[in-house]
DNA sequence: ATGGTGGGTAGCCCA
């Protein structure tokens, strides 16, 4: 068995305490974190090392963004991609095991893309389509088995979000978005693990905004994060499963982490 | 229709 975890973090720094509970109450075998929010000198190497997770591979940069993969089995970083070609750390692929037959996780970080749904009033919107159409390209021509997992920042179904109807025109739910998301999929034949397990349409949430009086309340949540597998690979999923209760921790992320098992 | 909160870091950017 081996378990892979995702996380977008929001400051791994800040929020170190809520990172040891998940490890040690779920002991994942990788942990895929995203907006780390720092450069690779200031990631807190001694105290996953203590959680016993030695292996580190980290693509970080100043105050924004950032991704880190974490292990309790050895890694080797395959590819560090800058999909949107202006120096932002979003990317890192590691091989987990044995060079050459280990399983490749890709934990990526796509830009959120700003507030208004139009490339040319809105320059981060076109960097955000834009980056998965990198994306895709790269995907056509991959060779091996493979999971990418991480922050899509896309929530591609109608059970993807709390309101179909009132986010169609809110980044993260469009049409264009969804498009671009589609082709992404389709170049690979990607399986999207979290609906094979959960399947639509019913609800599934990884994110949750800080601008609500009560979250859980109201529950206006999107799936912003995936698990995604070449076909074989994801034949190969025991379980999936949402750890909801981490948004109520103390001081939490707006995303919570998602695990899934495999039996390799 | 609007603004709401949070993090990093230095006077705003990003989510």
């Given at each position: 068995?081996?378990?892979?975890a995702?996380?977008?973090?929001?400051s791994?720094?800040?929020?170190?305490?809520?990172?040891?509970?998940?490890?040690?109450?779920?002991?994942?075998?990788?942990?895929?974190?995203?907006?780390?929010?720092?450069?690779?000198?200031?990631?807190?190497?001694?105290?996953?090392?203590?959680?016993?997770?030695?292996?580190?591979?980290?693509?970080?940069?100043?105050?924004?963004?950032?991704?880190?993969?974490?292990?309790?089995?050895?890694?080797?970083?395959?590819?560090?991609?800058?999909?949107?070609?202006?120096?932002?750390?979003?990317?890192?692929?590691?091989?987990?095991?044995g060079?050459?037959?280990?399983?490749?996780?890709?934990?990526?970080?796509?830009?959120?893309?700003?507030?208004?749904p139009?490339?040319?009033?809105?320059?981060?919107?076109?960097?955000?389509?834009?980056?998965v159409?990198?994306?895709?390209?790269w995907?056509?021509?991959?060779?091996?088995?493979?999971?990418?997992?991480?922050?899509?920042?896309?929530?591609?179904?109608?059970?993807?979000?709390w309101?179909?109807?009132?986010?169609?025109k809110?980044?993260?739910?469009?049409?264009?978005?969804?498009?671009?998301?589609?082709?992404?999929?389709d170049?690979?034949?990607?399986?999207?693990?979290?609906?094979?397990?959960?399947?639509a349409?019913?609800?599934?949430?990884?994110?949750?905004?800080?601008?609500?009086?009560?979250?859980?309340?109201?529950?206006?949540?999107?799936?912003?994060?995936?698990?995604?597998?070449?076909?074989?690979?994801?034949?190969?999923?025991?379980?999936?499963?949402?750890?909801?209760?981490?948004?109520?921790w103390?001081?939490?992320s707006?995303?919570?982490?998602?695990?899934?098992?495999?039996?390799?």
């Open positions: 068995m081996v378990s892979v995702s996380w977008n973090i929001n791994v720094r800040l929020r170190m305490p809520l990172v040891e509970r998940l490890l040690d109450e779920e002991t994942p075998d990788v942990l895929c974190l995203q907006e780390i929010k720092c450069e690779e000198h200031l990631f807190p190497y001694e105290a996953f090392a203590r959680a016993g997770y030695q292996h580190m591979i980290v693509h970080g940069q100043k105050g924004y963004h950032g991704v880190a993969t974490v292990s309790r089995l050895p890694l080797r970083e395959v590819s560090r991609h800058d999909w949107q070609d202006n120096g932002e750390a979003r990317h890192v692929g590691v091989e987990v095991g060079a050459g037959r280990g399983m490749i996780v890709e934990n990526v970080y796509i830009p959120a893309g700003g507030d208004i139009d490339r040319t009033l809105n320059t981060k919107f076109g960097q955000k389509l834009d980056f159409e990198r994306m895709t390209r995907a056509d021509a991959l060779d091996r088995p493979t999971l990418i997992v991480g922050d899509f920042n896309i929530a591609p179904l109608e059970s993807d979000v309101s179909h109807k009132q986010l169609l809110v980044v993260s739910h469009t049409p264009v978005e969804v498009e671009a998301l589609t082709r992404f999929m170049a690979h034949g990607w399986d999207d693990i979290g609906r094979r397990h959960i399947a349409p019913q609800r599934y949430f990884s994110w949750w905004s800080y601008r609500s009086a009560d979250w859980k309340k109201n529950d206006r949540g999107r799936r912003l994060d995936h698990m995604w597998a070449s076909p074989e690979l994801a034949a190969q999923t025991v379980s999936h499963r949402v750890l909801e209760a981490a948004r109520a103390e001081r939490p707006d995303h919570v982490p998602l695990i899934t098992e495999f039996a390799l």
